[in-house]
């Protein structure tokens, strides 16, 4: 059911990546202009990923009608499979944001804008007008109350620690074809009020090259209230450098919510990745999606990994930081098992492991 209040008046903030789940969600890959190879590369890839996390809890791959059958028999019979059409693969970006109640005993939707993270203007494909339903159809699907919101929003554009705290990026919420216009004092109040939240940090950017504009979710991600990751390179030839380093700046001058300084683990990126030439020409140039080219730099940070109740899924590159990466996890994350997953296929399609799992919060 739509409701026709607000989110902090009914006593409901977004909840974060750490808290429980009851279960969690995928979208099927197929666009050719997208994904390599008809998709069939990231479908494997896909099916791996949602085989992993079905052993810590249950999911659901979403698919297009013409591709049920196929998806079907791909996946194991863990995973549920549930036609819900949509016009790409990034669940946790067009999907609703969950809210819970302040007691834990409910959890409520926010149904936010979604336009390929631009629109007109600096989208990344067009129409995007069944991505910008899957947010209701969940809520409804799963009989979730849930809120409109005017703003245009993505799921990862925000990250919050669950406490009163929200990170974002200036240079997503404010760009121009998202919000026009939108000051960042309105969009501070509108984001408080509409996820629930008391104080909004702003970083002036997000990961280098990242197509979405600069997400947040590849930049920072909360381990618990007050302890945050953070994706770092020392390598001061490499464009990412400045980003972290700006990033780390604010952070350490900044308190959360509750008055605390964060505790800020430096996760070390990969040596930087890039599109081969077999992938580039393996994506089909049509339906004015963003091409891919030859030698353009993957988005591929650690920090965007996929946290359950009992375990963390990482991303894994191929390269010697993977092992050092996992043995930082298994530190920061001791009750938790730490796995990590093969993720250049998420890669070429523009996203990573955070950006295709949408998980639900329990009660």
């Not at 099927?28 to 890839?45: F, L």
């Not at 896909?46 to 996946?75: C, D, G, H, I, W």
């Not at 999907?95 to 336009?115: E, H």
């Amino acid at each position: 059911m739509k409701m026709k209040t607000l989110p902090y008046r009914d006593g409901f903030k977004m909840a974060a990546d750490f808290d429980e789940k009851q279960a969690g969600y995928m979208l099927w890959p197929q666009r050719p202009d997208n994904w390599r190879d008809g998709g069939k590369p990231a479908q494997r890839a896909f099916t791996q990923l949602a085989s992993k996390l079905s052993k810590y809890q249950p999911m659901t791959m979403l698919v297009n009608e013409n591709q049920y059958k196929n998806a079907r028999s791909m996946l194991p019979v863990s995973v549920r499979v549930v036609e819900l059409s949509s016009n790409d693969a990034f669940v946790k970006d067009i999907g609703p944001i969950y809210l819970q109640s302040t007691d834990g005993q409910q959890v409520r939707a926010v149904d936010f804008n979604f336009n390929a993270w631009g629109g007109l203007v600096d989208g990344l494909y067009f129409p995007w007008d069944k991505d910008n339903e899957v947010a209701k159809k969940l809520s409804e699907l799963d009989s979730i109350n849930y809120y409109e919101s005017t703003l245009t929003l993505e799921g990862c554009s925000v990250v919050t620690d669950g406490d009163g705290t929200l990170l974002t990026t200036e240079d997503v919420i404010l760009s121009e074809g998202r919000n026009k216009g939108l000051t960042k004092e309105v969009a501070t109040e509108q984001l408080k009020e509409t996820l629930g939240v008391n104080k909004i940090i702003w970083l002036s950017e997000g990961f280098y090259l990242d197509e979405t504009g600069g997400d947040i979710d590849n930049m920072v991600s909360f381990i618990a209230p007050g302890e945050i990751v953070l994706s770092w390179t020392e390598d001061k030839s490499d464009p990412q450098y400045v980003s972290s380093h700006r990033a780390f700046e604010v952070l350490k001058q900044e308190t959360d919510a509750r008055g605390r300084h964060f505790r800020i683990h430096k996760l070390q990126i990969p040596t930087p990745l890039f599109l081969s030439k077999e992938e580039a020409n393996g994506v089909d140039p049509i339906n004015g999606r963003l091409p891919r080219i030859a030698g353009q730099r993957l988005t591929a940070t650690y920090t965007s990994y996929v946290t359950t109740n009992r375990a963390i899924v990482l991303p894994e590159f191929g390269v010697a930081q993977d092992e050092i990466a996992l043995e930082q996890m298994k530190k920061y994350y001791p009750d938790r098992e730490v796995e990590s997953i093969p993720a250049r296929e998420f890669l070429t399609g523009g996203g990573g492991l955070h950006t295709v799992v949408l998980n639900v919060p329990g009660v």
